[in-house]
């Protein structure tokens, strides 16, 4: 799991570099450009999904803990940093972009203070429910399981479809986790069957025709109406079937990889362990910060025209990820601050 935290870190970081390219914000619709940086979105588009399946094989287990234990630990884990990161990005976006308390309460609201900040409000609304979802987990077949899982992401399937109607409905700050239930309730199911070859081909699979569902669909979509709007926007959503594929698969082939990873015997498994381990515990205090770190990077150095903005976004993404690695270990050394990392 540690290894699979660290490329859904990594992905999320290339995700908020090149989709400024996708979303025509930089880059021409249609173009070379464009197809590369849709391309490479596509591929990275998993990262949540993955962040979401960890939580539900970590959390899922059956064990001899109250609701209580539970919402402490958790809230100590979860709760702070989002109150701390969701005034922190508002006050942001007010200094930087001019937005007013009405919109500033829109945004909270709605659970999305900042771009990446839903994912906070979607984790906390899975752990209200953990308690009551471990003795589901404990008492339930893994037939039922699979029934409860399926039910989940249909639902899920037809929240996201049906927002393509225009005044259709919309998420709030207590509602952002339910369409994601599917993703966490998978996680556990992942963790726990076959880790042989057979599965990991099939996760294979599953990640290569999700990406490219992922990007030949927002591709078509884009072209059919001459501009990045909701079709693209919708095969880009985390349920959006495509994107259900490529993160089941790419859980499956991180979790291969990791396993392979934490048995290796040779100095350099070991070190790369190491490393690991490091990055892992910094994953979520880096998803944090990486917005302001890369904003403030393309602010400052502008984003060059042409192909040249794939070499520029690839560039944003890696010193967006060592300077907020650095950031966020001095933070955790602090103790006022690393309560909220």
């Not at 399946?53 to 609701?67: F, K, Q, T, Y």
């Not at 393509?164 to 993703?183: C, I, N, W």
């Not at 992922?214 to 109406?225: E, L």
């Amino acid at each position: 799991m540690e290894f699979a935290r660290v490329a859904a870190m990594v992905a999320v970081i290339l995700v908020h570099a090149y989709s400024p390219l996708v979303s025509t914000l930089q880059a021409e619709l249609g173009g070379p450009t464009w197809w590369t940086a849709n391309v490479v979105d596509a591929a990275v588009r998993w990262c949540v999904a993955v962040f979401v399946m960890i939580s539900g094989a970590l959390l899922l287990r059956p064990r001899e803990e109250s609701a209580g234990d539970f919402y402490r630990k958790r809230w100590a884990r979860i709760g702070v940093p989002l109150l701390v990161w969701s005034a922190a990005y508002l006050l942001w976006h007010y200094w930087r972009e001019g937005i007013d308390a009405a919109q500033a309460a829109a945004q909270a609201a709605s659970g999305s203070p900042s771009i990446h900040l839903y994912f906070l409000y979607v984790i906390a609304g899975l752990y209200l429910f953990t308690p009551f979802l471990r003795t589901v987990v404990a008492h339930t077949s893994r037939t039922g399981l699979w029934w409860l899982t399926g039910v989940a992401f249909a639902v899920g399937v037809a929240d996201q479809l049906l927002s393509l109607v225009e005044g259709a409905g919309g998420a709030s700050a207590v509602t952002r986790f339910l369409p994601f239930l599917g993703y966490y309730l998978l996680g556990w199911l992942l963790l726990t069957t076959d880790t042989g070859p057979r599965a990991t081909r099939y996760g294979a699979v599953a990640l290569v025709l999700g990406v490219a569902g992922t990007a030949a669909g927002a591709g078509t979509a884009a072209h059919m109406a001459g501009e990045w709007g909701p079709g693209g926007t919708y095969f880009y959503g985390f349920l959006s079937p495509p994107m259900i594929l490529a993160g089941a698969g790419a859980y499956l082939v991180l979790r291969t990889a990791g396993t392979r990873l934490a048995m290796a015997q040779s100095p350099a498994a070991a070190a790369t362990r190491r490393a690991v381990r490091v990055a892992s515990g910094l994953s979520l205090g880096v998803y944090l910060v990486h917005v302001m770190v890369l904003y403030t990077l393309r602010d400052l150095w502008g984003v060059p025209d042409g192909f040249l903005a794939l070499f520029a976004a690839a560039g944003y993404a890696v010193a967006t990820a060592a300077i907020s690695l650095v950031l966020v270990a001095l933070a955790q050394r602090v103790p006022l601050l690393r309560v909220i990392v």
